[in-house]
């Protein structure tokens, strides 16, 4: 059994992104165990001098690192990831690198059209960053739209054919996830620069 | 030309910051640039509105009245720092000053990219429907090596790269005066200042005659107004209305207050009208400010208040050159606001300069250079007319 860590890529009470993961973690319960997580009591990061991480993001590090992988569904704001999942993932690269070589699934909810798409290739673009370092999973979007009519009342979603196509990028994330841990030959490398990593010292 | 300079970051440390002090600094004689701090900005939450908080509004204010906006921005993770993705989540939530506003983008960083992918993402950022902002196109300013850019004075020190700033500014600049230009055809004109005061705003006080010589009587009996030794509360502090005026009286500057409804309120009456730089009787109080000026006036006193009111500016200085060489006349109108920044009304402050200027230039050892008179005709006469007026007798 596969354990993964869901992101709520918001900060806000209400989001379909969390209720996308929530579906997730009861639809695929018999293939992986998704633990839901919030991004919510982060605080604003401001580069502390200290170099000091609150325990809150070192728990969340700890929960990523032991995970098989990370699903982040993100909301879309201004064409971008929102500030406090830009926030979380600014946190989770300072001093601490839980992300290096971890297989990452983007999912993205909207209420209108475009499903995040904006966000979701934003979403990409950070995490391939010098300073995370993930392993994203290559050519997978699942762009919801409509997300305020997407769901029954019992919180799954009502579409079949998005259901299907859901089903399709998990099994080959669980599979992608797999083959990562294969092809892990820099991996303590990678780590090691991303720990040595520092703009200041370049 | 004002401008706004955002400091994209909420470290301690910044060169951002750094790089907009020194454009601020080394360009002033070409354009004002305020540099302005994000890092008492909550961090964004839909479901926690803090819009009219006080650091939002402050900023929102400031780019509402500036006329165009510079943004310095470092990169973290490859795009912008959340704290300045944030800023930009709150500017176009409930609020949207940089909807049309000029922006030009600018960044270092300790690398050589000089925050190149921070600077490409945040131009689509403020391309969104919510910020809508026109970001002056091409002419992308990156500075790279960033801790070796700066000299102990905060100057760049490769001219190569000061110029190039200084030819990307100036190209800001002129974006910035066609954008306005576009504007304005947009602009629905400011609506025509009621000078005579016929409105009426919540602490109009009704049902007495605004031109009656003892209108100050009338409505402080209308209201039930304290005087004497009750103690009034403000902030911060508490003075009985006596201290208040004593206090009010002690200032050596003329003061007058209009409200946003335009009608007069208070002044400072320490001396009668024929010794004051600006002549007030105390039977003008109540007046509409129409009625305390002359017909030929009021253009230029609806002028002042348009520009106080719409933010255009906080403060309109007018040198009055007709009080003789010996003095150095300036009338104030400063902007009013109440808490929640919304226009209050004209503060005018009204004072001779030249005391200060005096000791000043003997405190510091200093002189002068120059020719006296050049700098006293300051402000051209027709210019000084058409607002001094604003408060000659009528």
């Avoid at chain 1, 919510?40 to 993001?57: D, Q, R």
């Avoid at chain 1, 080959?172 to 996830?177: E, I, P, R, Y």
């Avoid at chain 2, 360009?27 to 004002?32: A, D, H, I, M, R």
Wanted: aromatic share 8%.
């Amino acid at each position: 059994m596969k354990k993964m860590i869901g992101i709520v890529g918001t900060n806000s009470d209400n989001s379909t992104n969390r209720e996308l993961l929530k579906f997730m973690a009861r639809h695929f319960k018999d293939v992986a165990e998704i633990e839901v997580v919030e991004i919510k009591e982060i605080p604003l990061f401001n580069k502390p001098e200290s170099k000091e991480v609150p325990p809150l993001i070192k728990e969340l590090a700890q929960k990523i690192e032991a995970s098989d992988g990370v699903i982040i569904s993100t909301p879309e704001y201004d064409h971008a990831v929102p500030a406090s999942l830009m926030n979380a993932l600014n946190w989770l690269s300072y001093h601490i690198y839980p992300f290096v070589d971890k297989p990452v699934m983007i999912t993205g909810a909207s209420y209108g059209t475009l499903g995040s798409s904006r966000a979701q290739q934003h979403l990409r673009q950070t995490l391939d960053s010098p300073e995370l370092k993930a392993r994203i999973m290559p050519s997978s979007e699942f762009l919801l739209s409509h997300s305020l009519q997407a769901f029954d009342d019992e919180g799954n979603l009502k579409d079949q054919i998005q259901i299907k196509k859901l089903e399709g990028l998990f099994s080959d994330f669980v599979l992608f996830s797999e083959m990562v841990k294969t092809f892990n030959q820099t991996h303590l490398l990678n780590k090691k620069e991303a720990e040595n990593f520092s703009w200041e010292n370049l | 030309m004002k401008l706004v300079g955002i400091v994209g970051s909420n470290a301690e440390v910044s060169y951002n910051r750094m790089l907009l002090n020194y454009m601020s600094k080394e360009f002033k004689s070409l354009v004002e640039i305020e540099v302005l701090e994000i890092a008492d900005i909550p961090l964004f939450n839909q479901s926690k509105d803090e819009t009219m908080s006080a650091p939002i509004q402050k900023l929102n204010q400031k780019i509402l009245a500036a006329d165009g906006v510079i943004i310095a921005t470092p990169e973290h993770n490859r795009t912008i720092p959340a704290a300045l993705k944030s800023v930009l989540e709150w500017l176009s939530f409930n609020i949207h000053p940089l909807e049309d506003k000029p922006v030009m983008i600018v960044g270092a960083s300790y690398y050589d990219q000089g925050s190149s992918r921070a600077q490409l993402d945040l131009r689509q950022i403020l391309d969104a429907p919510g910020v809508n902002a026109m970001v002056l196109p091409g002419n992308e300013f990156l500075l790279g090596k960033v801790k070796e850019a700066f000299d102990d004075k905060g100057n760049l020190k490769d001219n190569q790269t000061k110029k190039f700033l200084a030819s990307t500014l100036i190209k800001f600049i002129q974006f910035v005066t066609l954008v306005n230009k576009l504007d304005e055809a947009d602009k629905p004109k400011a609506e025509p200042e009621d000078l005579h005061a016929t409105g009426k705003i919540a602490t109009t006080i009704e049902d007495v005659d605004m031109s009656a010589g003892d209108w100050v009587e009338q409505a402080a009996e209308k209201v039930g107004a304290v005087e004497g030794d009750t103690y009034v509360k403000l902030n911060r502090g508490i003075l009985t209305v006596d201290q208040i005026n004593y206090f009010l009286s002690s200032m050596p500057m003329e003061l007058t207050y209009a409200d946003s409804n335009n009608q007069f309120l208070y002044y400072n009456h320490v001396s009668e009208a024929d010794e004051m730089f600006a002549s007030r009787t105390p039977d003008q109080v109540g007046n509409p400010l129409a009625n305390c000026h002359p017909e030929a006036a009021l253009k230029g006193v609806e002028w002042v208040i348009q520009e106080l009111r719409t933010g255009a500016t906080d403060c309109v200085r007018v040198n009055v050159p007709t009080h003789g060489p010996d003095k150095f006349v300036v009338h104030n109108y400063q902007a009013i606001h109440d808490n929640d920044g919304n226009y209050a009304g004209i503060n005018e402050y009204i004072l001779d300069f030249k005391p200060i200027v005096d000791w000043y230039l003997k405190q510091t050892g200093q002189t002068l250079v120059g020719d006296v008179n050049a700098v006293s005709s300051a402000s051209k006469k027709d210019e000084a007319d058409a607002v001094s007026s604003a408060s000659v007798k009528g």
